[in-house]
């Protein structure tokens, strides 16, 4: 039953389907990303503060726009950040994109998709940077798409005469005061000024309703939703190809940060068995190594649980004679490790220096 409906809705709305699809697979791309770059993320990550890495996905900055990055204008409303924000962005989708597909057709959907996701993200984009707000600020979404879709419902339902019209239109107004309410309570979380130029993108094209709806199967609908089709996969090509080519300079930053790292692990953890050997207290001893358990491979994270295992229980006294012997031990175990992969991404960090790839980028 529920193969036979996801079955009928693919063949009746076939834009929003492959567009929510598409949407659910680049955020498990990116969360297979963070999980293969060892990034530990806690469930209020996942639900709701996010995961992050929206960057190689093609979310949207003011800096990456300024050097020609334009795509991304796009690709950010296919970028989401927690499973709350998926979940609600692709539940407003299938609602508005299904009513709007039914009007004008998938071919239109796909123009008005893009309309509203190119020009929305530019008025937003413009007037952060006219403002001086967070350069540095990522935001994607579908959001702006979906506000824009709400705006050009509300003026259909405004322009509507029969007896739903001002019901409708009611409906649509409201869901965007709501809307612009959340934004003034979270303005951390939501892209105001994204909802805004999705919205008021989406409200030019409702005064165009009536062309849509003459141009419905007509050889210029499917031109413009090819047309539009064919520049969304190019934005995203070109944001591949954009990966690819600061690959280099992501790799090698990430090896320099990483050795800077491991640097203050060691320094640390040699603070912690010095501290243990002029009989520190034990509460003392647990901080320290708290600051370091979660910034380690799997093998240094284990040993420094260990270590901390050995200070259970004995809070607040200060450690024997023995305790103390055991505990430096076990720490100068953990520090070999770290010296080691020390050693191990500087010459990794050499090497990345010296790659002729690399030094091509440095050039441009």
């Not at 791309?29 to 929206?54: E, K």
């Not at 919205?199 to 141009?215: D, E, K, N, Q, T």
């Not at 591949?240 to 990430?254: H, S």
């Not at 100068?332 to 002729?356: F, I, K, M, N, T």
Request: aromatic share 8%; net charge positive.
């Amino acid at each position: 039953m529920i193969l036979r409906t996801l079955v009928r809705e693919c063949r009746n709305f076939p834009a929003t389907i492959a567009i929510c699809t598409i949407w659910i697979a680049v955020f498990a791309a990116m969360v297979a990303n963070q999980l293969a770059d060892g990034v530990s993320l806690r469930w209020t990550q996942w639900l709701f503060s996010g995961i992050g890495g929206g960057h190689r996905f093609g979310d949207l900055t003011f800096p990456e726009v300024s050097r020609g990055e334009i795509w991304r204008l796009v690709t950010c409303t296919f970028v989401h950040y927690s499973l709350l924000h998926i979940a609600l962005n692709l539940l407003a989708m299938y609602q508005l994109g299904t009513l709007v597909e039914s009007w004008y057709g998938s071919p239109q959907f796909v123009f008005i998709y893009g309309v509203v996701a190119g020009f929305g993200n530019l008025f937003a984009i413009l007037v952060r940077s006219h403002n001086g707000w967070g350069p540095r600020v990522h935001s994607g979404g579908g959001s702006v798409v979906i506000l824009g879709l709400v705006g050009l419902c509300a003026i259909v339902g405004w322009r509507l005469r029969a007896r739903m019209g001002p019901l409708f239109y009611r409906q649509m107004v409201g869901v965007l005061i709501l809307t612009a309410l959340l934004g003034i309570a979270l303005p951390r979380y939501i892209d105001n000024w994204g909802h805004a130029g999705g919205a008021l993108v989406g409200s030019v094209l409702g005064f165009c309703h009536g062309a849509f709806l003459r141009a419905v199967s007509k050889p210029r609908a499917w031109g413009a939703g090819v047309l539009t089709g064919i520049a969304i996969a190019l934005c995203g090509a070109a944001q591949v190809i954009a990966d690819r080519v600061e690959a280099p300079t992501r790799e090698k930053a990430e090896a320099v940060r990483r050795v800077a790292e491991l640097e203050r692990v060691s320094r640390g953890l040699d603070l912690a068995r010095r501290l243990a050997g002029q009989n520190a207290d034990v509460k003392q001893l647990r901080a320290i190594l708290g600051l370091f358990e979660t910034n380690l491979d799997r093998s240094t994270q284990a040993g420094i649980s260990r270590a901390r295992g050995m200070l259970e229980g004995k809070m607040p006294r200060t450690l024997s004679s023995s305790e103390r012997q055991q505990f430096h031990d076990q720490l100068s175990d953990v520090l070999e490790e770290v010296h080691r992969a020390h050693r191990a991404e500087r010459l990794r960090l050499a090497r990345l220096r010296s790659a002729p790839r690399y030094r091509r980028g440095a050039a441009r």
